[in-house]
């Protein structure tokens, strides 16, 4: 399915950043741009689009007003230069939150997620729903039964990992990363180099970390912002 996408933003280079992008996405074709949302608001009317990339900060009518002014809304990712209005755009039903500097892995993480949901994945239990449990190597033998629900956190040892679950602690010799791509992305996130957790089992976040049954897990720099905009998105979903 191709995404018929425009771009809402009144930095030229910001926009010619997100064109160079979405010429990387074979799902994604750039129908039109636009340097404010006054002008893109008949053509999104008349268009029906389904995807717009919207900056916030704006003259005349910022992304956020012009997001609440949509009777029938498509996706949409937002993208500014604060972070202060991640809460309002996911209470308003955007599926991304990008900080610019936009690196191409973080809008590839946006962009995957967008075309997800055109999949048919809007219900997230349903990809849960298909891999409700995994076998992992906890000895040269054993294949350990975990349910994917029971999973608190994942800890990198180096060349192998410690999953912590409900029931109990389980090293097995593999590497955080290529565990990771096994979970389902929309219940488990990278939060540094040495953890994976798993989102709802979050319980409070301050400044560069997060709770999580008690334990105080530090943020890495390069993962903050899509962190906490996922636990937000978690939250009000």
């Not at 636009?34 to 009518?61: G, R, S």
Request: charged content about 25%.
């Amino acid at each position: 399915m191709i995404l018929k996408t425009i771009i809402i933003d009144d930095e030229p280079l910001a926009v010619s950043v997100l064109e160079n992008y979405c010429k990387e996405i074979q799902e994604i074709e750039v129908l039109q741009t636009f340097n404010n949302a006054v002008a893109a608001a008949t053509f999104v009317q008349e268009q029906q689009p389904d995807l717009i990339f919207l900056d916030i900060n704006m003259p005349i009518l910022d992304g956020l007003s012009f997001l609440k002014s949509l009777v029938v809304k498509p996706m949409v990712i937002m993208t500014t230069a604060y972070e202060s209005h991640a809460l309002e755009s996911f209470e308003l039903q955007a599926i991304d939150y990008l900080v610019k500097p936009i690196p191409f892995p973080r809008f590839l993480s946006a962009v995957q997620r967008v075309i997800a949901l055109s999949n048919g994945w809007q219900n997230p239990e349903k990809k849960l729903d298909a891999h409700k449990s995994i076998f992992v190597k906890v000895d040269k033998k054993k294949l350990q039964k975990i349910d994917l629900n029971s999973i608190v956190l994942i800890e990198s040892l180096k060349d192998y990992i410690r999953i912590k679950t409900d029931q109990g602690k389980y090293i097995i010799h593999k590497t955080l990363s290529s565990f990771t791509e096994e979970l389902p992305s929309d219940k488990f996130i990278r939060i540094h180099r040495s953890f994976t957790i798993a989102i709802d089992r979050v319980e409070a976040v301050e400044g560069n970390s997060l709770e999580i049954q008690g334990q105080r897990l530090t943020i890495g720099r390069s993962y903050i912002t899509e962190v906490k905009a996922r636990i937000l998105q978690n939250l009000i979903s």
